[in-house]
């Protein structure tokens, strides 16, 4: 078994670092920011192939993950994970690639997809993951790296999870944010989730019952550093979501979130290379905005690659 250090502590990583740890690596992620500070915290996180490349392969990562969330949701208050019902409007299941096939809840309506699916209350999964690291054997330490081949000191791979960090870290000019602004109100009883997105826009509408909070979105604005709330993008995002549900206008607003989806040219990058100074790096970036949702298929590519 070799001694692999994984580079970012999101759900990327923390997955990725599970599932080496479980199969008996010494395993430490090392991680600038705590598992609540970084973009995964943010996420909406309702399971779906969302902004993400390349389709071939996003297929049988999603299902993977999917089958493994539907077992996690068995615990809702201990994984975060819970199955819950909802509208995608606008989706038509022909225009779908082949996984669609597989997912049992899809159901074809007038106004859209309707479907049962895991969605995540991200605080709270994240704490999970890093308490099944620690159980397995890993390490959780927070600190920086200069460089990709100094986090291999002491290691015999290093596995790269760092999301955008990985446009100045590897470095990849492929890797651009989506940028993402949320905002959080008291929930006025809503228990089912909404989507409606059109690719060519920027502004999407979205809402997420989660626990203590109704999530509401959001932008998908390409290019975008900026990771401070806007105040009038949040005013058009609850106008938005209360086109479709009225309630929502009069819900208290309790907070407001930015997260930058890592997205990358080409799309998801799993691969290895060697290091300049002995051993491997294996790179596991690129997910857009569904790292959540193909967050164990892609581990188990990434840590196929690590022996």
């Given at each position: 078994?070799?001694?692999?250090?994984?580079?970012?502590?999101g759900?990327?990583?923390?997955?990725?670092?599970?599932?080496?740890?479980?199969?008996?690596?010494?395993?430490?992620?090392?991680?600038?920011?705590?598992?609540?500070?970084?973009?995964?915290a943010?996420?909406?996180?309702?399971?779906?192939?969302?902004?993400?490349e390349?389709?071939?392969?996003?297929?049988?990562?999603?299902?993977t993950?999917?089958?493994?969330?539907?077992?996690?949701?068995?615990r809702?208050?201990?994984?975060?994970?819970?199955?819950?019902?909802?509208?995608?409007?606008?989706?038509?299941?022909?225009?779908?690639?082949?996984?669609?096939?597989?997912?049992?809840?899809?159901?074809?309506?007038?106004?859209?997809?309707?479907?049962?699916?895991?969605?995540l209350?991200?605080?709270?999964?994240?704490?999970?993951?890093?308490?099944?690291?620690t159980?397995?054997?890993?390490?959780?330490?927070?600190?920086?790296?200069?460089s990709?081949?100094?986090?291999?000191?002491?290691?015999?791979?290093?596995?790269?999870?760092?999301?955008?960090?990985?446009?100045?870290?590897?470095?990849?000019?492929?890797?651009?944010?989506?940028?993402?602004q949320?905002?959080?109100?008291?929930?006025?009883?809503?228990?089912?989730?909404?989507?409606?997105?059109?690719?060519?826009?920027?502004?999407?509408?979205?809402?997420?019952?989660?626990?203590?909070?109704?999530?509401?979105?959001?932008?998908?604005?390409?290019?975008?550093?900026?990771?401070?709330?806007d105040?009038?993008?949040?005013?058009?995002?609850?106008?938005?979501?209360?086109?479709v549900?009225?309630?929502?206008a009069?819900?208290?607003?309790?907070?407001?979130?930015?997260?930058?989806?890592?997205?990358?040219?080409?799309g998801?990058?799993?691969?290895a290379?060697?290091?300049?100074?002995?051993?491997?790096?294996?790179?596991?970036?690129?997910?857009?905005?569904?790292g959540?949702?193909?967050?164990?298929?892609?581990?188990?590519?990434?840590?196929?690659?690590?022996?």
């Amino acid at each position: 078994m070799s001694d692999v250090r994984v580079v970012g502590g999101g759900v990327m990583g923390l997955t990725t670092a599970l599932v080496l740890a479980q199969e008996g690596h010494r395993v430490r992620v090392v991680s600038a920011d705590p598992a609540s500070a970084t973009t995964s915290a943010v996420a909406g996180a309702l399971w779906w192939p969302y902004r993400i490349e390349p389709l071939d392969l996003v297929g049988d990562w999603a299902l993977t993950t999917l089958r493994w969330y539907e077992e996690l949701a068995a615990r809702p208050g201990e994984t975060g994970v819970r199955l819950v019902g909802g509208l995608h409007r606008g989706e038509r299941l022909a225009a779908l690639g082949s996984w669609a096939g597989q997912v049992e809840s899809l159901v074809q309506s007038a106004e859209g997809l309707r479907c049962r699916l895991p969605l995540l209350d991200m605080p709270a999964h994240l704490r999970w993951l890093e308490d099944r690291v620690t159980a397995a054997g890993g390490t959780l330490e927070r600190g920086t790296v200069a460089s990709l081949g100094a986090a291999a000191d002491g290691a015999d791979v290093v596995v790269n999870c760092t999301g955008i960090g990985a446009a100045s870290l590897v470095p990849d000019a492929g890797v651009r944010p989506v940028r993402g602004q949320l905002v959080l109100v008291e929930n006025p009883g809503i228990e089912e989730w909404f989507t409606e997105a059109d690719p060519a826009s920027s502004e999407t509408t979205y809402f997420f019952p989660q626990p203590g909070r109704l999530v509401l979105g959001g932008t998908a604005v390409a290019g975008d550093w900026s990771t401070v709330p806007d105040p009038d993008t949040a005013r058009a995002i609850v106008e938005r979501c209360a086109r479709v549900r009225p309630e929502i206008a009069g819900a208290r607003i309790i907070g407001h979130r930015v997260g930058l989806r890592p997205a990358r040219e080409g799309g998801v990058r799993i691969e290895a290379e060697p290091l300049p100074g002995g051993g491997r790096l294996v790179h596991n970036y690129g997910h857009g905005g569904a790292g959540v949702t193909v967050a164990l298929g892609c581990a188990r590519a990434a840590a196929a690659l690590v022996d």
